[in-house]
């Protein structure tokens, strides 16, 4: 599996002009990662600076392929940008209605945000996300 990290949507554009859809989706964001298998799109997370406050990168969301789901992508997912964004907070947006996407930020160590409904955070560890 093939993990990229794109600091800008264009660069994203410019890369893969077969998924412009995906990229139209992806209006307000800064960055793109993608895993991509063979030629196929598997992931794509999308995220942001926290503009209120540095430290924090958020997560607009994340998608899995149905395909590639329950293997363990969206785990290796977080695994990554950990590692791109080392001793940054990761706040990610989970629908409150959204129960597998709770399941899975909890499993991956979030917690709830209280002051947000629909946020999830977890705090940066020395090397990045566990
Ligand atoms: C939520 C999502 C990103 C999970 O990605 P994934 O690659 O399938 O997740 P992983 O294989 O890394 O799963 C890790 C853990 O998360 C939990 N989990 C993942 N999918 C689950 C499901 N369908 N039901 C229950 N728990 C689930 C499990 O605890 C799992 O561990 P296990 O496989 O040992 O049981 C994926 O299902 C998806 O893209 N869903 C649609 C879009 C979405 O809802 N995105 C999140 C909101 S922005």
Redesign the pocket.
Known sequence: MNLTWFERREDWEAHYPGHKLLYEITDETQYIITAFKNDELA?LMKLCDELENPDVMR??????N?K??????????YEFLGQCIPGRTIS????DS????Q??HE??GFVHDPSSLNRYIKEPTEKGID
């Open positions: 992931g997560v607009i969301s994340i998608w899995i149905p590639y789901r329950k293997q363990g992508l969206g785990t290796r997912m990610a947006e989970v629908w959204n129960n597998v996407a399941d899975f499993r991956l």
